[in-house]
């Protein structure tokens, strides 16, 4: 019996899932907010030692990813280089600070935690698709595509290696899309390089981005800024998701939002049909495919746009946390040698390497100075 545990870093809550292989009995199935994260990151660790009981290997959360480092392993450099930010961010606390302490916390807890790759560092995604890209999907991404997987492949009664489909993780913050082929992930579109999102304005025109880092500090903040909930002017402490969609709701901004997030959602997936050409299925996971209002509509709207492939969420064993919680679990529980070892075998998991900003043809001064500005 494998008893394994995942953590995923949402951008509302930092989700902790664990379960036994044996019986199925899930033993954790908690959200934290992220705030509290952010301000005492060692929460996280608490609820898993108050766990009292032996636990075989837990995933953490990594940021932008690790080639599947064993926390205990891992540098200074790799920890600062999967939560990347400049020194004027880590002053302003955001949220990926408490990421970054709780991955130094994790390295010497004792535990057997585990630091996952994002999609950059997948053997699985050919080297083309890799350049000049760094988001291609964080490591709770790859999280998601695992939960994928393995709902395809015991929904149908098939082998891990004989599922396909195109993901859409559909969350608070970013719209992410990743492409699995074969049990592989073969192609991803990061929340901060796809279409619009409910906060992320997505990818960012390359002259914005010129006329902003020319204008001040280029922080992160603005990374969630630009998207759904910028361009209707809700506030997003106030209104909640369900009335955002709510047709009662919408003005005339919220009406604009709404059909710029749905068509993104669209975009992104036809940007995955080179790498996955005849998806299985098209999955749903994320904070909004909880609203089933909300699905209808993606659903409408990939069909309208001559997408063919049916359209379901993803089945979650937990009650309180997201799909992405128990992909990293499933990830632990594979490496701990548990009943989904194959299942990471053929994702090719262990075999990563490489780094954020490996993959940048920019020059190797530009290279350089990257490595020096954020790792070290």
């Known amino acids: 019996m494998v008893t394994a545990v995942g953590i995923d870093p949402g951008t509302k809550s930092m989700d902790v899932f664990g379960f036994e292989d044996e019986t199925d009995e899930v033993i954790m199935d908690i959200a934290i907010p992220r705030a509290e994260v952010t301000k005492n990151p060692q929460i996280v660790l608490d609820a898993i030692f108050n766990l009292d009981r032996k636990i075989d290997a837990i995933v953490g959360p990594s940021g932008y990813g690790l080639p599947m480092v064993k926390a205990s392993k891992a540098s200074d450099e790799q920890i600062n280089s999967a939560t990347f930010i400049t020194k004027a961010d880590l002053e302003r606390r955001l949220n990926i600070v408490g990421l970054r302490e709780l991955m130094f916390l994790m390295r010497g807890s004792g535990l057997n935690i585990w630091f996952p790759p994002g999609v950059i560092h997948l053997p699985t995604v050919p080297e083309h698709r890799k350049i000049n ?14 939960s994928g997987i393995r709902d395809q492949a015991e929904r149908y009664s098939t082998g891990f290696s004989q599922t396909s489909f195109i993901i859409l993780e559909i969350g608070f913050g970013y719209t992410a899309a990743l492409a699995v082929k074969d049990g592989k992930i073969v192609d991803g579109v990061g929340g901060t390089s796809g279409g619009l999102g409910y906060m992320g304005l997505g990818g960012m025109d390359g ?139 053929n994702m090719e998991l262990l075999n990563c390497s490489g780094g954020v900003f490996s993959h940048l043809y920019l020059g190797k001064e530009i290279g350089e100075r990257l490595e020096d500005t954020f790792t070290r």
Do not use: C
Request: aromatic share 6%; net charge neutral.
């Open 133 to 146: 890209r760094i988001d291609m999907g964080t490591a709770d991404k790859v999280f998601t595509a695992v």
């Open 207 to 345: 002259e914005l981005a010129y006329a902003l880092a020319n204008t001040g500090e280029f922080s992160k903040t603005l990374l969630f800024k630009g998207g759904a909930v910028s361009v209707s002017g809700i506030d997003s402490q106030k209104l909640s998701i369900e009335e955002f969609i709510s047709p009662t709701k919408k003005d005339s901004n919220v009406e604009l939002a709404y059909s710029a997030m749905l068509e993104a959602i669209v975009k992104d997936t036809y940007l995955l049909l080179p790498s996955v050409r005849k998806p299985k299925e098209i999955l749903l996971s994320g904070r909004f495919t909880r609203i089933e209002p909300f699905i209808e509509d993606v659903r409408s709207a990939l069909k309208a746009h001559g997408i063919s492939a049916g359209v379901r969420t993803l089945e979650r064993k937990a009650g309180e946390v997201k799909e992405a919680a128990e992909g990293a679990a499933i990830i632990a529980n594979g490496i701990a040698g548990g009943r989904y070892s194959k299942l990471i075998e």
